[in-house]
Structures are given as structure tokens and as C-alpha cells.
């Protein structure tokens, strides 16, 4: 206490040796450009001079983190994103006849730092051009951001079939699969971020296109659901389904979707030209006996037209969903009302 005394009296009676309370408060206030100094003294010798220097450093990293997340600055993502030893994702492209959508599809997955592959599913009759090929693998090198340039490859089908886009792929450094149409941009922070979800629980489905069932009618022993579209889970925040069209899934789904899942299912969505989403979604859920995540973000439709705009896509997808759940002989889709977002890039929740 009479080493603090003494620290006073000398830091206040330097002008003039009087000493004044009336000055000693304003000091302690920040009015006179001694009471700065004075604190620092005081911290000095309560937590020593490398323990005010450490206390300092924190708070000064406090204020600037506060700051970054006020201002909303844009961090770097990790590079263990697209560290091959944590695998980063491959990008499973589905295309068909639609080559200038598909150039601009491979061009900005190729920019999203966790890519570590891209994969184009061709099901055309003809193969893709050697000038085309040429092209999207400049496009790939071109627009990579890291050192580590992504595998690109066409995996090619003789068939136009819908199943095709869940074949195995020979090569596969990574677990994580993105699965994307060809006319679907999903920001590539959004679609980093969505990895680190998927990283949390990768046995389930995680992606930005929820969808939902509801029981509609049980007459004479038979059940029927009802397919719901975006207003569904707008309105009632609740969804079982996350399409294909833009998730993440673990790779073993390639493996079980073609070889263990029943083929009256490959049948269906053969003769259909359609569902292969819904029975990866029925596939998933019915081995993980868990929902699907929806992560939260804005992703953007290139494409001027697609099969959910034809005439009749709602009740096709009705019976898909219907007949589906008889093959399989029970109800495997978990609703649920969770998502995930990156609190980073939201004012409310």
C-alpha cells in the first residue's frame, strides 16, 4: 500500500510538488495525461511486467476479434480444408447437353479452396469433344487457388440413365462427395462452410435443398404421403429430404446406392427419368435411421429449365415417394426442424 502511495504521490506532485484530490480524480477519469501511466504503473505491480504485457495482448486480440465479426470481414478458411490429408471434397458434376452451363459450373467449383477433385457425369451418346475436354481442364488450372490443382475427369456411361450420377468412382481421394447439378452455383464459403458441417456428422446427407413428406391419408390398412415442395418446409420450417441436386454425402453411398440398394428402384428410376433423388435421400436415412441437415445459405439456379419444370413434376413425385416407400416396405425419412448456418454471415437468427 505505501509503495502505491508513493507511486502517487510522485506521478501527481511532479508539477509544482502540490497535490490536489480534485486533480488526483480527474486523473483517475483520463483528464490530465498522467492517469494513463498511472494505471499501467498499478497493473505493474499487481500482475508483474510479462503478466501486464500478456493481459495487454489479449485484450488488444478481444477488441480486433469483436471488431472483425462487427464489421463483418470475410476470414481466410483454414487450409486444412484443402489439405489432402483431411481430404477436402470431390465436386460430382451431372450434366447432360448442356455444355455452357457446364463450363461455368467447373469454372467456380474449381475456385472453391476445399476441391480437391471434380468429376463431370457424362451420359451423353457421344462422348465429350477433345476441344472441350481441353478446355475445362485449362479452366481447372486456371481457376484454382491453391497449389494443390484439382483431379479432373469425365466419367462416361453408355446410357442416358439418372442412375448414373450415383455410380462408383474409381480414384476417389476423398470421402466427402458434393453432389451438384450442372446449372447450380453454390458460393464457395457457403459450400466450404457446408463441408465443416458435414465433417461433424458425415454418415448423413447435408445440403442446401430441403425438402419434406407428410402423411396424407391411411384408408383400409394403406398409408400415402404427400411430397412437399420448398413452400412446405418455408411454412412449417420442418423437413426430412435433402436433394442431391446440391449435398454432401459420404462415398460408401455410391457403393450401396448401386450395388445393395433393391434394383426394382434402379428399374423405377430408369423408366421414370426421375426420384434418384429421393431414393438416395430413402437410402441414407433408411442406413443412418437419422434426418438430413440443411445448411442455410444462397445458392443460384443458372439454368433456364429443368425436369421440376415440366408439367405433372408434383404428382410424379408423389407416386415416386409413395411407391418407393413400398419397395421398401417402411417409412424411413426422419423429419426434423435443424440447421446449420455460419453465425459469421447473420445478423439474426
Known sequence: MSALIAIRDAALNGNGGEYSPAKEKASNRGVYNGGLPLLHLRLRLLFGSAKYKLLLLLCLL??????????????????????????????LINTWKRNSLLKQSVAHY???????????????????SDKLKDYLKNVVLKKSQTAHKPNFRFDLNEEDNLN????PIEDLRTDAIFSVDDDVIVPCPTLDFAF?????????MVGFVPRMHWLKK??????????GGWWSVWWTGTYSMV?????????????????????????????????EDIAMSLLVANATEAPPMWVKGKIYEIGSSGISSLN????????????????????PLVPTNVKAGDARQEWFW
Open 218 to 227: 391411411e384408408k383400409n390398412g394403406m398409408v400415402h404421403y404427400q411430397y
Open 312 to 331: 405433372g413434376h408434383s404428382e410424379t413425385r408423389n407416386k415416386c415417394l409413395n411407391d418407393f416407400i413400398s419397395l421398401y416396405g417402411t417409412m
Open 243 to 275: 436433394l442431391s441436386k446440391a449435398a454432401f454425402f459420404h462415398k460408401k453411398y455410391l457403393e450401396l446406392y448401386t450395388h445393395s440398394m433393391p434394383a426394382s428402384l434402379h428399374d423405377y428410376v430408369s423408366r421414370e427419368r426421375n426420384c
Open 110 to 128: 474449381a475456385s472453391c479452396y476445399g476441391t480437391d477433385a471434380i468429376r463431370v457425369v457424362w451420359s451423353e451418346s457421344d462422348p465429350p
Open 164 to 167: 448414373n450420377r450415383f455410380k
Open 62 to 91: 478481444s477488441v480486433l476479434y469483436l471488431l472483425s465479426s462487427f464489421m463483418g470481414w470475410k476470414p481466410q478458411y483454414s487450409s486444412s480444408i484443402s489439405s489432402t490429408s483431411r481430404g477436402g471434397y470431390t465436386v
Open 196 to 204: 465443416t458441417v458435414w465433417q461433424t456428422a458425415p454418415l448423413t
